[in-house]
């Protein structure tokens, strides 16, 4: 599994939201409170995405664990944003541990992870993965459920998908395949997070002009709300909504 997070609104630096909080993504790639059985600790690797202005993202991706990492922990004390996507990830066994396997992907202003484990990998998927172009099967970031992931809901954007509907119905998708799959994922442009929940947890914390959306909290704020597991989250700053990933 992994644990990974969003956040939408005014300007904070990285260490506010990534280092500082009781229970910070930092914290939880060696002390995570909710993996369900889905590991221990997050050590094998980590990423972060940020948007400085009205271009594409910057990313940070390393395959070790955060915590062992001080370049970023400098970097985030002076790096201010408004839009961010982070994890940190617990690598499946027999997967890849690389920079490249790290969340988040990245295409033009999007971001992606996963957090979760697609069942009876790879055989399971071979049929959906089928239905990409060749070339970005042999360019994926690497040989991971993850990346391909990511490579299905890509195909949808690309071809013009509303991005909810792409993520919700590669997730549904790629449910029927692998059954028992675990599918949280994240993807955001900087100005929407779209998220579900499927066999893990998943948190919103919407304030009156910001938004995080995570694994798990990582304080004691009272606004944190649990998300129904089988659900669909579409977020901005001011604004959550929910639907059930049944729906189509």
């Not at 940070?60 to 370049?71: S, V």
Request: charged content about 20%; aromatic content about 6%.
């Amino acid at each position: 599994m992994c644990r990974h997070l969003a956040y939408l609104g005014p300007p904070v630096t990285l260490a506010e939201l990534l280092f500082e909080p009781p229970y910070s993504l930092v914290r939880q790639s060696w002390a995570p409170r909710d993996m369900r059985g889905g590991g221990t600790i997050n050590a094998d690797g980590f990423g972060i995405g940020w948007y400085p202005g009205d271009g594409p993202p910057v990313r940070y991706r390393r395959a070790q664990p955060i915590w062992t990492d001080p370049t970023i922990a400098q970097l985030a004390t002076v790096t201010s944003t408004g839009a961010v996507l982070a994890a940190v990830r617990s690598a499946t066994v027999g997967m890849a541990v690389l920079d490249e396997a790290a969340a988040p992907f990245a295409e033009g202003r999007w971001l992606f992870s996963h957090n979760g484990v697609i069942r009876g990998w790879p055989d399971s998927i071979v049929p959906l993965a089928a239905d990409l172009p060749v070339r970005d099967l042999l360019t994926m970031d690497a040989a991971t459920d993850s990346a391909l992931l990511w490579a299905l809901v890509r195909h949808r954007l690309r071809a013009g998908e509303d991005p909810a509907d792409a993520v919700a119905d590669t997730v549904r998708a790629v449910a029927a395949a692998a059954p028992g799959s675990r599918l949280n994922v994240l993807l955001t442009d900087g100005h929407t997070v779209i998220a579900t929940v499927l066999g893990h947890a998943l948190s919103v914390r919407q304030g009156p002009d910001a938004v995080l959306v995570a694994s798990e909290p990582h304080d004691d704020d009272p606004d944190w709300r649990a998300t129904p597991d089988a659900h669909l989250v579409t977020a901005t700053a001011d604004r959550v909504r929910l639907r059930p990933l049944e729906r189509g």
